[in-house]
């Protein structure tokens, strides 16, 4: 308990922290200049902000109240739902920042879970701090024994990522204390924080073995993070997995370079169930399901099929390289493209050298990692790829990686989700934290029937 107190002070006296410093910062972001807008003949004064990179934005909370107007922007392009002191982008130059720290240096030197800390608290814990971590991580790792009845009632071969979301849902019921916590009940924060990041591992190799018909496998007190989600993946009741050094961490790397990314579609799917106050767990379990698709967290499962897919039919990549520039072959490159990224995503150099280096160690010649940098290398030099500025993204090589270490298809997104935890509860945190939160509720622009009557159904036609 006297540990639990003493991490609560650290954590909301350090610089950088939300809370701390939410007002100065808030002060030095509005900028002097003020964006004109000119509607139906009258001028509207915009106020501007700036972040602390230099990103600039244009404030329209008071738009529809001073002129009746709202803002249209497919696909949020546009559009910042949040000022947020987590993960910086610059996708022109290809910049992925934690905390200010470069992806690539905490690729190098840090673990997920010193990571997973930086991300949620925002900075790098001491040795305290993350012995304390770790202990609250390896205390909340077991599930109630009454779960394993949630998992009975599922039918082999269901798609993990389905029961992942609704076995996150299903743990907030067994957890009293959750359902009636609300923000400002003090540091029990931490213990749900550490509860969410330990139980997703070990829900996720429970669904992992329930969709194979395997014995569920226990978490080993003795083991890290990345090598009891292998245990508990690979191990038989009759003989432990060998824990490779290398491998534990090539998947503890991927778990790393997924921890945050900023809003994308699950983050802020996380962040819009939070701003209705839901639970953390609740809207950790939304996150899962927006980060099912192909286009998000599905499209490393995506990339993999489509390399097998070229690899069944033949071809060197040249025809499946035509498709993917015709509208209508409903084919794209997958792991290439990105909606911020209009560079190389900075992962994606990081994962294919990983990608690389497993391969070696495992003395594994893949043929779908030949095909793949073939397809990268006459992307890069063809026009269609080169104009719209789509480069191989985070999800292009990881799945080589996972394929390698013994991972199937299906969990690829699930391993995506158990790295993705932190940055989520971040997030979520965010929320909670910011006095000035709001209920997320954007509005549109009606484009049905005007007024129309009811017509009783003896008379309809
Ligand atoms: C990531 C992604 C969803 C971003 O979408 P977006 O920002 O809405 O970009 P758009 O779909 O508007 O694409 C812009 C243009 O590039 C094309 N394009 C984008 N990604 C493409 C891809 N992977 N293969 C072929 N063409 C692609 C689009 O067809 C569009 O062409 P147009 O301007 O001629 O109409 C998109 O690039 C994609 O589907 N990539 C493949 C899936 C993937 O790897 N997702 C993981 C992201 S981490």
Redesign the pocket.
């Known amino acids: 308990m006297r540990e639990l107190c003493f991490l609560a002070c650290q954590i909301s006296l350090r610089p950088g922290d939300f809370a701390a410093t939410f007002a100065a910062n808030e002060a030095s972001m509005h900028m002097n200049n003020t964006a004109q807008l000119e509607l139906d003949g009258r001028a509207f004064p915009l106020p501007t902000t700036i972040g602390t990179e230099g990103e600039k934005a244009i404030d329209v909370s008071a738009l529809r109240n001073n002129t009746g107007y709202i803002t249209l922007d497919d696909?949020y392009?546009n559009t910042g739902s949040c000022l947020s002191r987590i993960t910086f982008i610059d996708g022109e130059q290809g910049i992925l920042r934690y905390r200010g720290i470069p992806i690539e240096e905490l690729a190098e030197r840090s673990t997920f879970i010193e990571t997973a800390f930086l991300v949620i608290y925002g900075h790098l814990p001491t040795r305290a701090e993350l012995r304390h971590f770790s202990d609250l991580l390896t205390e909340n790792q077991y599930l109630h024994e009454d779960m394993k009845y949630h998992f009975q009632g599922f039918p082999t071969g269901a798609h993990p990522m389905a029961m992942l979301s609704a076995m996150i849902n299903a743990a907030s019921c067994f957890d009293e204390g959750l359902m009636h916590w609300h923000w400002g009940m003090g540091r029990e924060f931490e213990v749900y924080a550490a509860r969410l990041i330990s139980q997703v591992r070990t829900i996720a190799a429970f669904s992992y073995r329930k969709s194979r018909g395997l014995p569920l496998i226990y978490p080993k007190k003795a083991y890290k993070y990345t090598a009891n989600f292998l245990h508990m993946m690979f191990s038989c009741p009759y003989e432990d997995y060998d824990l490779k050094p290398e491998v534990v961490r090539a998947l503890d790397l991927i778990f790393l370079l997924h921890a945050d990314h900023e809003q994308?579609c699950s983050t802020a799917t996380v962040r819009m169930v939070a701003s209705s106050q839901a639970n953390l767990f609740a809207s950790a379990s939304a996150g899962v399901c927006a980060l099912w698709g192909?286009?998000?967290?599905g499209?490393n499962q995506?990339?993999v099929e489509m390399l097998q897919q070229i690899h069944r039919d033949g071809d060197d990549g040249s025809k499946f390289m035509a498709a993917?520039?015709d509208?209508h072959s409903g084919?794209?490159?997958?792991?290439?493209?990105?909606?911020i990224y209009k560079n190389y995503?900075p992962r994606a150099k990081i994962i294919k050298q990983a990608c690389d280096d497993i391969l070696k160690t495992l003395h594994i010649a893949d043929p779908l990692l030949e095909i793949a940098k073939k397809l990268e290398e006459a992307a890069l030099h063809d026009s269609?790829?080169v104009e719209?500025k789509?480069y191989p993204?985070?999800?292009?090589y990881s799945g080589i990686i996972m394929r390698a270490i013994g991972i199937p298809l299906e969990m690829f997104p699930v391993i995506f989700a158990i790295g993705r935890m932190p940055g989520w509860i971040a997030n979520y945190r965010e929320i909670m934290e910011d006095q000035k939160s709001r209920i997320y509720r954007p509005r549109q622009v009606y484009m049905g029937p005007t007024l129309n009557h009811f017509v009783p159904i003896e008379e309809r036609t």
């Open positions: 696909g392009a994308n192909p286009l998000h967290g499209a995506a990339v993917t520039k509208k084919k794209r490159l997958m792991g290439f493209g990105h909606r995503d269609y790829f719209r789509l993204n985070v999800d292009f």
